[in-house]
């Protein structure tokens, strides 16, 4: 079954670059379908917001970059917010020689019912959409919001994770 007529093949140009893309049967929209860097007729997101100088797309890198850097930090303050019970169980235990050891538990336990739980939840539906945002951003194919968009989540990682706390589970012996 042949079903070329789906896709049709054309070039969306700019002044300075031509962008491969396919036009879809239904609607006038010409999506690229390679990595291009362009800055002409550059459509993002909504089809009100179209790219048509250099001095917008830079505007719109800055924006894109500072974006993903948020979606990064925002990743590593939803997971630090979690409050938390904890309780030690202490038990004694035989040791060697006939002494008494004390091995203690620390139980860790996040409520669900509670302000920092929804806080984290409010938090985690904004990252899900700012991911999808970027996803979007990056499958314009236009390289400029692709750098954008990684070159921003590498700085927001690197300025972010770096202060993760961890959990540890501690068994303490005591003599």
Known sequence: MNH????RMSYMGSNSTMQPSYHHPTTSMMMPITFYFGFKNVELLFSGLVI???GEM???FVAVFLLAMFYEGLKIARDSLSQVSIR??????PG?????????HKTVRQQMLSFPHLLQTVLHIIQVVISYFLMLIFMTYNGYLCLAV?????TGYFLFSWKKAVVVDITEHCH
Do not use: D, F, K, R
């Open 96 to 104: 060697p020689n006939g002494t008494i050891l004390m091995e203690t």
């Open 150 to 154: 990684t070159v921003g989540a590498g």
């Open 52 to 54: 048509n100088t250099a």
């Open 4 to 7: 070329s007529h789906h896709m």
């Open 58 to 60: 830079a505007g719109v």
């Open 88 to 93: 030690y169980n202490s038990m004694p235990v």
